[in-house]
């Protein structure tokens, strides 16, 4: 072990010790780098900044406040969606889609997916209502059968053996639901199509 004191200061960018010593181990007694200590008080400065005007003035939103304002902007595209759907569907139009192969294909893969658990395979019902009966507990027609799955029981419906459906237009969208329903059309053998 060498107890030979070394000088403090070797000069100018070389290298400075601290003058302990442990197993010949020695530490480094550097200045600290100018672009290292800017950055440090520059965090600082910035964070002194930014909490004074995180937490005393209104110009930034909180995390609530910007949560809440994309909630808005999504909520307003999913409105002006459903209305865009609403706008272009009626009877007619469900009907024809309820004819076509590449739309019923693509309600049935949401039927089995969302729908089966409480309609049965083969849409005879079970915990929600059979879907190839002749009968509608809230209307027969396909505009009907559409809103009752974009909105789930009606208020005044008693439900089905104690049993309602959710709402599916937030979940899947209005788009998808149109299409469940037309294979749901497709399928009942009393719709005149
Ligand atoms: C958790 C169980 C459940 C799921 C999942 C479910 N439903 Fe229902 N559904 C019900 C119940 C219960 C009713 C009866 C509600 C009532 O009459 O108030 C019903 C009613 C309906 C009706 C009206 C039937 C009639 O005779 O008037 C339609 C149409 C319907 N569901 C379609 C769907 C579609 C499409 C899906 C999938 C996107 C779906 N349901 C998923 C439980 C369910």
Redesign the pocket.
């Known amino acids: 072990m060498s107890t030979e004191k070394l000088p403090k200061k070797l000069g100018k960018n070389e290298i400075v010790l601290r003058e302990h010593e442990f197993d010949g181990i020695q530490e480094f007694d550097q200045k600290l780098p100018n672009w290292w200590l800017f950055s440090f008080y520059g965090a600082i400065v910035f964070y002194i900044g930014y909490w004074f005007i995180y937490y005393s003035t209104d110009l930034l939103p909180t995390e609530v406040e910007s949560i809440n304002a994309r909630m808005t902007v999504i909520e307003t595209a999913k409105k002006k969606e459903l209305e865009a759907m609403m706008d272009k569907l009626d009877d007619s139009v469900l009907l024809t889609w309820s004819q076509e192969d590449s739309i019923t294909k693509e309600g049935e893969d949401?039927?089995k997916q969302?729908?089966i658990?409480?309609?049965g395979a083969t849409l005879e019902g079970g915990?929600?209502?059979?879907?190839v009966d002749a009968?509608?507990?809230?209307g027969s027609q396909p505009m009907d059968?559409l809103n009752?799955?974009l909105d789930g029981?009606?208020a005044d419906?008693?439900?089905?053996n104690g049993?309602?459906?959710?709402p599916?237009k937030d979940a899947?969208g209005p788009e998808k639901?149109a299409k469940?329903?037309a294979y749901?059309i497709s399928q009942n053998p009393h719709i005149e199509k």
């Open positions: 949401v039927y969302f729908c658990a409480c309609h915990i929600g209502r059979s879907l009968e509608w507990a809230h059968i009752i799955v029981t009606p419906s008693q439900g089905y049993q309602k459906m959710t599916w899947l639901c469940v329903t749901l």
